[in-house]
């Protein structure tokens, strides 16, 4: 019986052939839509991640503004002018700082012998390395607390910084010039690995006290701390903020006397943020499916009523209302499930097909993930019992009487 | 016992405010091994009478009792079993399905049945080789002749072995030659002790059977 059920479907799709190709096509295209914009959603997550690699969860970016409103005669927009010195005093006062570092930051020129490249000068600790979790390549090292004490002129260069100045020659032990100044190159970092994104790939990073030395400025654009792992982290966060707004006398309530930026929560909401971007591809998609799914209940209704005379002689015949019903479901199912095949075959070569093009870094790889198979098939099992049970319905209600009329 | 007994039967359709009484107060009783025939001219209610009859509709009010059991108010999936367990149906126009072959045709009754594959495909085969269908297994409906057909349609009418056949204008679609076939098979089966209900406008039809209720306006005469 299921058999002839499968030729009586595939008879009636070959019947009214481009009814039927359209019917499939909206399943298929609404197929295609859905685990696309999943896989490009996935694969933007991924490459979003990975970029946000190198924060360090946990981690604090201290921004020094200026005042939103007066407090205590201080005056609003008075600009808060943080000094390396302060990094020491939140140590000692705010308990439960593992890590911290200064960062300041200038373009300046970088020269070997008649190689010229302008490139962003970073001036900071020597917990940054731990801080933004940088791998150097080997016999490197990083800058350390020795460095920062004698304001030595040591450089760490980023992997293409090291390219075009050096090319292929070693860069370790030899100098450079950085505005003029003489540096001996102490650290190459490594090429992106892909564990971590590759940000001082094309910067150069300097002790943060020969930076101020060189550069004269020493007030910090932005301090990097990190908590110790057993401290609360919302409560080191107001007690950074307590210490700034006693010590540079602002309301503790004035987010931009001091703008501090939380991995942890900035983590928390990229996570939701996918979530949500994730639902809104995954909507978008499904909405297109229903449309298919629309065609394919029209495909159904347009079968049925064809068909009227079929459904009558099987009723005098004996057949119950649940069988007539399963037969036409039996349908739509089988015409969704097509659809959705091909739909899913033809998203899996296009996937590969980008993966072999390529795409930009910020868009990552897209990757049918198992979720979105999930989402998917969920979807399609959704839309094809809503597709076929109206039509389905319909036939099954039927005056077996008036249907054997209508011949 | 009475095979078929119809007390008070009537058959009201409404269109909004309009009513429209198809059959009135029918008292009919029919016997085992009957032949008879239905006879009345277009828009006398004999095919609703034969539609009740078939159980393929209900009647407003009145007892239909079939081999003793009130069948006038049961369900739906009820009387589906009722028609496929009691009641055999020759149609008009045959009622063959284009996509099946003709094995398949007569065997499908027995699929609402849950009777497995073999079984059905076996008796089906050897009902159609009775009616002279041997060769003819694979063939679809519109590669048979008309009278083919039609005894295609009595082979499904039987494979389920009813207490009633029912024949609604069995002969309408036939030449005369193919038509008196028809008639020669029911009249057969009847003396084979089959109860064979023809509904017909055709006066020469019905005088062949054995017992005419003739039918006009509703009423029986």
């Known amino acids: 019986m299921l058999i002839n059920v499968l030729k009586q479907i595939l008879i009636d799709l070959w019947t009214h052939k481009l009814r039927s190709f359209l019917a499939l096509f909206g399943i298929m295209w609404g197929t295609i839509s859905v685990i696309m914009l999943l896989a490009v959603g996935n694969g933007f997550q991924v490459a979003s991640y990975r970029n946000m690699m190198r924060l360090v969860d946990g981690t604090f970016f201290l921004i020094p503004g200026s005042l939103s409103k007066s407090y205590r005669g201080n005056p609003s927009g008075r600009v808060i002018n943080a000094k390396v010195n302060i990094m020491y005093q939140i140590v000692d006062k705010v308990h439960n700082i593992k890590e911290i570092t200064p960062v300041f930051q200038k373009r300046s020129d970088l020269n070997v012998a008649n190689k010229k490249r302008a490139k962003d000068v970073y001036g900071v600790s020597s917990a940054f390395a731990r801080l933004q979790k940088i791998d150097l390549i080997n016999s490197s090292r990083f800058i350390n607390k020795l460095d920062v004490l004698n304001k030595s002129r040591v450089v760490v260069l980023g992997s293409k910084v090291k390219e075009q100045l050096f090319g292929d020659d070693l860069a370790l032990g030899k100098s450079i010039t950085i505005n003029h100044v003489r540096f001996l190159v102490i650290g190459v970092i490594k090429e992106g690995t892909k564990k971590a994104y590759d940000w001082y790939r094309n910067r150069a990073i300097i002790p943060y006290s020969t930076y101020i030395t060189m550069f004269g400025n020493e007030n910090v654009p932005y301090f990097i701390v990190l908590p110790k792992a057993s401290a609360d982290s919302n409560v080191v966060e107001n007690n950074i903020r307590a210490f700034f707004a006693r010590h540079y006398n602002f309301s503790f309530n004035d987010k931009h006397a001091l703008n501090i930026f939380s991995t942890t929560k900035f983590f928390q909401f990229m996570r939701w943020f996918f979530i949500g971007i994730k639902l809104f591809l995954g909507l978008c998609g499904a909405l297109t499916l229903a449309v298919g799914a629309l065609g394919v209940a029209n495909i159904m209704f347009v079968i049925v009523t064809e068909r009227r005379s079929e459904i009558g002689l099987k009723m005098a015949l004996g057949a119950r209302r649940q069988q007539i019903l399963s037969q036409i479901m039996l349908e739509a199912l089988l015409i969704v499930f097509l659809g959705g095949l091909f739909g899913f075959v033809i998203s899996s070569f296009t996937i590969l097909l980008i993966i072999l093009i390529g795409t930009p870094d910020w868009m990552g790889v897209p990757a049918m993930s198992f979720d979105a198979a999930v989402v998917t098939i969920f979807i399609l099992a959704l839309l094809a019992v809503a597709a076929g049970f109206f039509p389905a319905k319909q036939a099954a209600s039927m005056d077996p009487v008036e249907a054997l009329r209508k011949q | ?221």
Do not use: W
Not at chain 2, 1 to 17: F, H, Q, W
């Open chain 2, 1 to 221: 016992m009475n095979l078929v007994e119809l007390k008070n039967i009537s058959k009201i359709y409404k269109t909004g405010a309009v009513k429209f009484i198809a059959l009135e107060q029918i008292n009919l009783t029919i016997n085992k091994g009957e032949y008879l025939a239905i006879l009345g001219p277009s828009g006398s209610g004999k095919s609703t009478l034969m539609h009740i009859l078939g159980c393929l509709s209900t009647p407003t009010s009145g007892d239909y009792l079939l081999n003793g059991k009130n069948v006038a108010s049961l369900s739906v999936n009820q009387l589906a079993k009722v028609r496929n367990q009691n009641i055999g149906f020759v149609f008009q126009n045959f009622n063959l399905l284009a996509n099946l072959n003709i094995v398949d045709n007569v065997a499908l009754p027995l699929v609402y049945r849950g009777i497995a594959k073999e079984e059905r495909t076996k008796k089906a085969k050897e009902l159609l080789t009775h009616f002279g269908l041997g060769g003819h297994f694979s063939h679809h409906a519109n590669e048979l002749s008309g009278g083919q057909q039609q005894r295609v349609a009595i082979a499904r009418s039987l494979i389920t072995e009813p207490d009633i056949i029912l024949a609604d204008e069995p002969t309408g679609n036939l030449d005369s030659k193919s038509g008196d076939d028809v008639i020669h098979m029911l009249e057969k089966l009847n003396r084979d002790g089959k109860t064979i209900i023809i509904v017909t406008h055709d006066e020469k039809i019905a005088e062949r059977t054995k017992q005419i209720i003739r039918i006009v306006d509703g009423k029986i005469m």
